[in-house]
C-alpha cells in the first residue's frame, strides 16, 4: 500500500518561498507518475506540476517560472520548491502518486498560507 506523506507547508509572505515534500513507500514510486495538486476554498482541485518517470515536468500557467518539481527515487520522495508566492498560491496542497490506472494515491494535504 502507498500513502503519500506531505510536509513543509506554513505561512510565507508574499515573494517568499517554500518547499514541499511528499514521502510515498511502496516499490512503485519509481515507476510512477508524480503530481501536485492544490485546493483552495471554494474552488476545485487543480493540478499544480507534474513529473514523469523519466523526468518529463509539466506546469501549470499560474506557476510557470515559480515552481519546480523534482524526484528522488532513493528516497521515494518529490518536492515543489515553490519561489515568489503570491496570496493566490494559498490551498491546501496534496501530493499525488500514480503507478498505473488502478494505482492511484493522494496524500493528505498540506496548508500554504500567502499573506499579503
Known amino acids: 500500500q502507498v500513502q503519500p506523506v506531505e510536509s513543509g507547508g506554513g505561512l510565507v509572505q508574499a515573494g517568499g518561498s517554500l518547499r514541499l515534500s511528499c514521502a510515498a513507500s511502496?516499490?512503485?514510486?519509481?515507476?510512477?507518475?508524480l503530481g501536485w495538486y492544490r485546493q483552495a476554498p471554494g474552488k476545485q482541485r487543480e493540478l499544480v506540476a507534474g513529473i514523469t518517470s523519466r523526468g518529463s515536468t509539466h506546469y501549470a500557467d499560474s506557476v510557470k517560472g515559480r515552481f519546480t518539481i523534482s524526484r528522488e527515487n532513493a528516497k521515494n520522495t518529490v518536492y515543489l520548491q515553490m519561489n515568489s508566492l503570491k496570496p493566490e498560491d494559498t490551498a491546501v496542497y496534496y501530493c499525488?502518486?500514480?503507478?498505473?490506472?488502478?494505482?492511484?494515491?493522494w496524500g493528505q494535504g498540506t496548508q500554504v498560507t500567502v499573506s499579503s
Open positions: 499525488n502518486v500514480v503507478g498505473g490506472i488502478a494505482s492511484v494515491y
Open positions: 511502496g516499490s512503485i514510486f519509481s515507476i510512477s507518475t
